[in-house]
């Protein structure tokens, strides 16, 4: 079993910043994707960013240039720099992480509100 734990979250200014966090912990495989999702309330869920083992990044269009996200293999965690934030990022921010059989598991999720 596979256990998802973020950190990072909370309530700030727009134009200010946050790190979030996801661990995982349990039966480690080798993930080859990790990446982040988000919900907004009556908004469909939305791919935020992913890093493949490779190293290659990929961003939501309204995210780039202001979110980075990196991977840490040696402690199975993958993080979220997010600068500039507007209120548009006001979200759920889910994690995941996916294996080399693509199957994936999700942390429980850490809520990002963001003030104008």
């Given at each position: 079993?596979?256990?998802?734990?973020?950190?990072?979250?909370?309530?700030?200014q727009?134009?200010?910043?946050?790190?979030?966090?996801?661990?995982?912990?349990?039966?480690?495989?080798?993930?080859?994707?990790?990446?982040?999702?988000?919900?907004?309330?009556g908004?469909?869920?939305?791919?935020?960013?992913?890093?493949?083992?490779?190293?290659?990044?990929?961003?939501?269009?309204?995210?780039?240039?202001?979110?980075?996200?990196?991977?840490?293999?040696?402690?199975?965690?993958?993080?979220?720099?997010?600068?500039?934030?507007?209120?548009?990022?006001?979200?759920?921010?889910?994690?995941?992480?996916?294996?080399?059989?693509?199957?994936?598991?999700?942390?429980?999720g850490?809520?990002v509100?963001?003030?104008?």
């Open positions: 079993q596979v256990h998802l734990v973020e950190s990072g979250g909370g309530l700030v727009a134009g200010g910043s946050l790190r979030l966090s996801c661990a995982a912990s349990g039966n480690i495989w080798s993930w080859t994707v990790m990446g982040w999702h988000r919900q907004a309330p908004k469909q869920r939305e791919l935020v960013a992913f890093v493949t083992s490779a190293r290659s990044s990929n961003y939501l269009d309204s995210v780039k240039g202001r979110f980075t996200i990196s991977r840490d293999d040696v402690k199975n965690t993958v993080f979220l720099h997010m600068n500039s934030l507007e209120s548009g990022d006001t979200a759920v921010f889910l994690c995941y992480f996916q294996t080399t059989s693509e199957c994936k598991y999700w942390g429980q850490t809520q509100t963001v003030s104008s």
